[in-house]
């Protein structure tokens, strides 16, 4: 067992809004109080002992003392640290305790984090709702709010609570420390620590932090004045399209009110329901449709992000602590947090990635900050300000001086590794062929399967259906899903409609009238939403796809079939079989209350407290009472809702199960290739989805060579095909 720890500091900074790593390199940001406790035994706890430390006490500290000297004597024989969101302790240990007051110095390899090792079990980092899931006996206090606000953090006016120095409240305060190392230490005791090698991931994620991201922030001054000046032109302007009944973009309920003045019913002004009524409807009044432009145009959040790369940048022009490690759910993946959000970048506009400018000469427009200087230079449609600044918005990152960014993305690793795991031959025989060079595209191939065409005539608007195929049903999606794709992708599925059903057989258009009618009877959303033929293109594209990769669709069952055998027979394993070869894809396992799914690469996926229980069935007709809808037998597990971050329960079958396989497989070839990269760049400068990049002196690299280097695949994936592709720049940009 590790010392545990547990700061509590006062600072003038915002912790919430500005970061950890701003926060602890602030000169006026100091630690008040610490509670500690070291448990177990090991060389670094017998220099404890020997310094004069007892185990299994619960110390404290307070600001003007000294550093213990049985601290000192385990820090400096390379004892193990372990806190709850482990990066604050650090860097207050390594940008406050060192440096000013003497405290002997801690390297990243030290630190356990209780928050990570909770993620990787699919339970909450946060300490309260993981004290809650795992029913602790000591619990978060829930006064420390309270608390902080009195000795942490200044009041609005900037002055301090008056009780902030006060004895008695200080004496809660501390109490409230202890209870959190002892509720932290209850939960480590409940937890699967994390495996050697995943410490080692969570080691260079911590290195990737702490590098971070450099920022232009000449650029990024420059386009808040910009976005200030273009915010004030939209609102000019939708103020005269209204007639002055809506004076601004942010007044969503009064545009609401004014569109259905002029005869639309709109359903609702959020982003996604504007954007699907704009990409649907071809016949909105034209003073409507302005006015819809405006609204996303004014209102868009990626724009954002330049303010919020501002407020978290270090004195060195750099972004600290992007990267979550395990925040990505049940699969393991990377996240991102804070404003900038690197995993949530906004997609380009086809006008912009279609015009390949010149980045560099861009950002010297937009350091301008001249909203009527980009719509000369680059038009009225691409060079509409706030979408071109959304555009460019990844731009803002860039390399140190005399550097450029080495990036590579592994080349549709996840179509890869599913058709890898069922053993859809055909499909990674295509691979092979386009990464040689030869043959048709996967979308092409997709199209001409579900067209009943041979690939070579497979036409433009063919291939939009093949390419949503792709994105949209390799984990058993239906309409409701290959809508969202669609609109993502700017594809009417009204529109592709009549050639998908002319090359249906009469089976298949027996088929999807039957399931119409049926949809219809159920009130089914997603038939309202798309329409009659939208919603039947949506079907006939599912079973189209469907009916091309059969072993996907097999293995779906295959592996719920397992997880369900697992839940049934706790503490017996079922494995099941590979499709490319003589191995286990994944077994399953039910021990210590989860049900696990070990992957090729070792590593264990978890999914809390399984059993099967009733469920409301997806078809269900949702305009019943719920107590009246279908049900059906389902195996349901917990794990953490990404909106509320607590601990839910909620259904899992065959298609989320490959899901989590393949992107938790795809998670691990990254990370191999990340610790290849690092091994020979040094620390990388960040990773997100699929991608990674690196800082490297300009003219020393090779594209080509790194593309290479982190394809060279681990054993237990030797025989998948895959590639990169790879590029040079000064900033940042999608492939």
Sequence with gaps: MALSWDWETRGVIDLKARGVYVYAQHPETDALIASYRLRGKGAAHDAWIAAGGLLNHLYRWKRGEPCPPWVRAYVEAGGEIVAHNAAFERLIWQHIMTPRHGWPVVRIEQFRCTAVTAAAMSLPRDLERLGEALDLKIKKDKRGAALMKIHSIPQKDGSWHPLADDPVSMEAYHTYCDFDILSEDEAADRLIPLSDEEMRVYWMNERINDKGLRIDVRSAKAALTLIDKAKAAIDAEISAVTGGVVTAVTQAARLKTWIESQG????????????????????????????????????????????????????????????????????????????????????????????????????????????????????????????????????????????????????SIEGRMADWFAGEDWELDAYRAVDRGEGYGIYELNAAGIYGVPVELVTKLQRAGGKISVLACQYASGPGGIRKFA????????????????????????????????????????????????????????????????????????????????????????????????????????????????????????????????????????????????????LTVRGVDATTEKWVRFPVYGGSLFNNLVQGSARDVLVHGMFAAEERYGVLTGSTHDELFVEVPRGTADVRAFEKLICQLPQWVSTLPLTAAGFLSKRYKKA
């Design 264 to 411: 639309v019913v709109m359903p609702s002004m959020d982003k996604d329901d504007v954007d699907d009524f704009l990409h649907s409807l071809d016949d909105l009044p034209a003073n409507v449709k302005r006015a819809l432009e405006l609204r996303q145009e004014g209102a868009k959040p990626s724009v954002e992000k330049i303010g919020g790369m501002l407020s978290r940048t270090n004195k060195e022009g750099r972004v600290q602590g992007v990267y979550l490690h395990h925040g990505a759910g049940q699969t393991g993946r990377f996240s991102s947090r804070g404003p900038l959000q690197a995993h949530n970048m906004p997609k380009y506009r086809k006008v912009f990635e279609e015009a390949h400018l010149d980045q560099n000469l861009l950002f010297d427009f937009i350091r301008q900050a001249d909203p009527a200087l980009l719509q000369s230079v680059y038009g009225p449609e691409l060079g509409r300000p706030l979408h071109l600044l959304s555009d460019a918005v990844r731009g803002f990152i860039w390399a140190d001086p005399g550097h450029d960014l080495l990036v590579a993305d592994y080349s």
């Design 487 to 634: 609109r993502q992708n700017k594809v009417k599925l009204p529109a592709i409609y009549p050639g998908l059903w002319e090359a249906a057989d009469y089976e298949t258009r027996e088929f999807i009238e039957k399931r119409l009618a049926d949809r219809i009877a159920h009130h089914d959303q997603n038939v309202a939403a798309l329409g009659r033929e939208g919603w039947m293109a949506a079907e006939m594209i599912k079973v189209g796809w469907r009916n091309k990769h059969p072993k996907i669709v097999a293995f779906w069952k295959t592996l719920e079939d397992a997880a369900i055998d697992a839940t049934n027979n706790p503490g017996q394993a079922f494995e099941v079989t590979h499709g490319s070869m003589n191995a286990p894809a994944c077994t399953y396992k039910v021990a210590h209350g989860f049900l696990w799914c070990r992957l090729p690469s070792g590593r264990c996926l978890a999914y809390g407290k399984p059993k099967m229980n009733e469920v409301e069935a997806p078809w269900a007709d949702k305009t019943l009472e719920p107590i009246r809808r279908e049900k059906k037998l389902s």
